[in-house]
């Protein structure tokens, strides 16, 4: 037989959103001058880290964002956990910066173009392969429009 669930206690949620809010600082022990002072830990309590911001984008790598995105994969992207959505957008970021290099040399390369934009769609789990051959014809086939409309 499962064992009961007890009830919450009458504050308990205040108590804890109180403590949340309350500075460090005042909950700290204040070292008496007769105390030796205590030695600091070896490793400090890790700073968090920033992302950078975000980079201007050229013209070329919006166009190829763009081409690279669609309404169906924007839903497909919004039910992601939040991981794999992490995952997903830095493939996709990555995927666009070789694209935009493969463009401005003027060396686009449809082998290596097909099998990143293959690469990054298999990604999202339980992924059917058909559909993840047709994505990637299309967004293909759009990488190389655009490659026609820049020459």
Same mark, same amino acid.
């Given at each position: ?73 924007? +839903? ?13 957008? &830095? /493939?996709?970021? =990555? %995927?666009? #910066? !070789? ?26 789990? +339980? ?13 293909? &086939? /759009?990488?190389? =429009? %655009?490659? #026609? !409309?820049?020459?």
């Amino acid at each position: 037989m499962p064992e009961p669930i007890p009830e919450p206690q009458p504050g308990a949620l205040e108590r804890v959103t109180q403590q949340l809010e309350s500075p460090a600082a005042a909950e700290a022990p204040v070292p008496s001058a007769e105390a030796p002072p205590a030695p600091l830990a070896a490793a400090a309590a890790p700073t968090p880290v920033a992302r950078p911001a975000a980079v201007e984008k050229s013209p070329l790598r919006e166009d190829i964002e763009a081409a690279l995105a669609d309404e169906q994969l924007q +839903r497909i992207y919004a039910g992601l956990p939040p991981v794999t959505q992490g995952k997903f957008r &830095d /493939a996709g970021e =990555a %995927l666009a #910066a !070789r694209l935009e290099q493969m463009l401005t040399t003027g060396k686009l390369d449809l082998r290596v173009a097909h099998g990143g934009i293959t690469s990054w769609l298999s990604i999202i789990p +339980r992924t059917n392969p058909w559909f993840l051959l047709q994505e990637a014809k299309a967004k293909t &086939d /759009a990488i190389l =429009a %655009l490659q #026609a !409309r820049r020459q």
